[in-house]
């Protein structure tokens, strides 16, 4: 017994390299995929519908496993009400209506699932398709970047009142309610205006929201919008969106933890699609206050993956863009990331200069670089070398890489229950492009 203390520190020694080796990317000493998401959910099949949610709820609801709903149209919760819904509990979007669930300012969701026992919400056709239902919307009254602080969103919603639609306040704190293990397939409805329903958007959500272990797959439109608001994502998972992946914008001040974007070279749109937009307006720039906090986002051990066997000629046929795009007056801090696969792996927008003030607030650090065909560049311009200087620096302690993705992550090639964290000891620690 008298070696116990040394072999306990040996395996100590031995646990924590090998843990701080996957320390880029998503992390975990088991695959916290297992369980809970769905990476093939069309070989699904759920009960038909047993109930009916349509209209307004004004009082405390809940939703529960042994009936399976139908969210007829946009289903609004007002008045300061709770929806409860039970782990296990399946929600379908009608496709003809357009179904979605709009949770109001005031209003709270409790959609607190189990690893074991997840909740979803999916589409109610028979062949399901990206885009056969609207999505999940989320209003809270946390600040946002526009003058008077407020806004509404109106998806083609003709019955609802601006109280129903409207976002924006002063409490950062606010408490929109709980999603947690939670699945949202095939959202993405287009609107009337050409434009999509985003599978969940959280505008002006507060920091008291929980939003974790969160699956969006095969969205038509962005699978996590965030308008403004203090609001914290973290192993999140945004599966072959025809969109983007991560959009924040409108003043959000958010963090995004442990959180995975695979994407395909064959289900983007044309439109534009990325794994992280950073952004603090749109196309209104005139409705926005500069004197109030502009977008800010701090990302940390991401995994972001183009999936491909045939990566170079994707690229060359022009199906393989940028992984994170960053608009003026944005900033984002990136670190421990991963980002595998793409054209370039950043790209800047082009009115942004590139001074010393620009790469405070832009930052990557103990980056991982992988496949990708060019790294950090400026939109429309051809010479990036001064920006792949600078964070190609040791002092940031990024690293770039050609390996294979079978070789760079765990597993990828389960179809169903895919791993990918990094492989141990496939980090090479250089620093040359």
């Not at 409860?84 to 399946?90: A, M, R």
């Not at 669930?101 to 399901?128: M, W």
């Not at 272990?213 to 609001?231: H, L, R, T």
């Not at 998972?237 to 025809?242: H, I, M, R, T």
Request: charged fraction near 20%; include cysteine; glycine fraction near 8%.
């Amino acid at each position: 017994m008298k070696n116990l203390p040394q072999l306990l520190c040996i395996f100590l020694l031995v646990f924590s390299n090998s843990f701080s080796q996957q320390e880029k990317g998503i992390i975990g000493t088991s695959n916290w995929l297992d369980s809970w998401t769905e990476f093939k959910p069309e070989l699904n099949e759920y009960r038909e519908a047993t109930e009916i949610l349509t209209g307004t709820i004004t009082t405390d609801t809940k939703l529960v496993k042994k009936n399976t709903y139908l969210l007829l149209g946009n289903v609004f919760v007002t008045n300061g009400a709770t929806l409860f819904i039970e782990p296990g509990t399946v929600i379908i979007g009608d496709f003809k209506s357009h179904g979605s669930l709009i949770i109001s300012k005031g209003a709270t969701i409790i959609a607190d699932g189990l690893a074991t026992d997840p909740i979803v919400f999916t589409s109610n056709r028979s062949v399901k398709k990206a885009g056969d239902w609207g999505g999940i919307i989320i209003l809270g009254d946390a600040p946002i970047n526009k003058y008077g602080n407020g806004s509404s969103v109106n998806y083609d919603f003709k019955a609802a009142s601006y109280d129903h639609i409207s976002y924006g306040g002063e409490n950062t704190e606010s408490n929109s309610g709980i999603l947690r293990y939670v699945r949202i397939e095939y959202a993405g409805k287009k609107l009337k205006d050409g434009d999509n329903f985003n599978a969940l958007l959280l505008a002006g959500v507060g920091s008291q929201t929980v939003l974790e272990n969160i699956m969006v797959s095969f969205s038509a439109g962005n699978s996590f919008d965030v308008y403004g608001g203090q609001v914290n994502i973290s192993q999140a998972v945004s599966y072959k969106s025809n969109r983007i992946d991560y959009n924040f914008n409108y003043g959000a001040q958010s963090n995004l933890y442990n959180s995975l974007a695979v994407r395909s070279s064959y289900v983007s749109s044309p439109d534009g699609s990325r794994c992280l937009n950073v952004a603090s307006f749109k196309n209104d720039r005139e409705e926005i206050d500069f004197s109030k906090k502009q977008t800010s986002v701090l990302a940390t051990n991401l995994t972001f993956i183009n999936a491909s066997n045939k990566l170079q000629s994707e690229i060359e046929l022009g199906l393989v863009k940028e992984a994170i795009f960053i608009d003026e007056f944005a900033e984002l801090d990136m670190n421990k990331s991963v980002i595998s696969g793409f054209n370039p792996a950043v790209l800047l927008a082009n009115k942004i200069p590139i001074n010393s003030e620009t790469l405070d607030k832009v930052r990557f650090t103990e980056m991982y670089f992988n496949n990708c065909n060019g790294n950090i560049f400026t939109e429309y311009k051809s010479n990036n070398e001064d920006l792949e200087s600078w964070y190609g620096n040791s002092s940031f302690f990024n690293v770039y890489s050609k390996g294979m993705d079978v070789e760079t992550f765990i597993d990828i090639t389960d179809s169903r229950k895919p791993d990918y964290r990094l492989r141990i000891n496939k980090i090479i620690a250089s620093n040359d492009d």
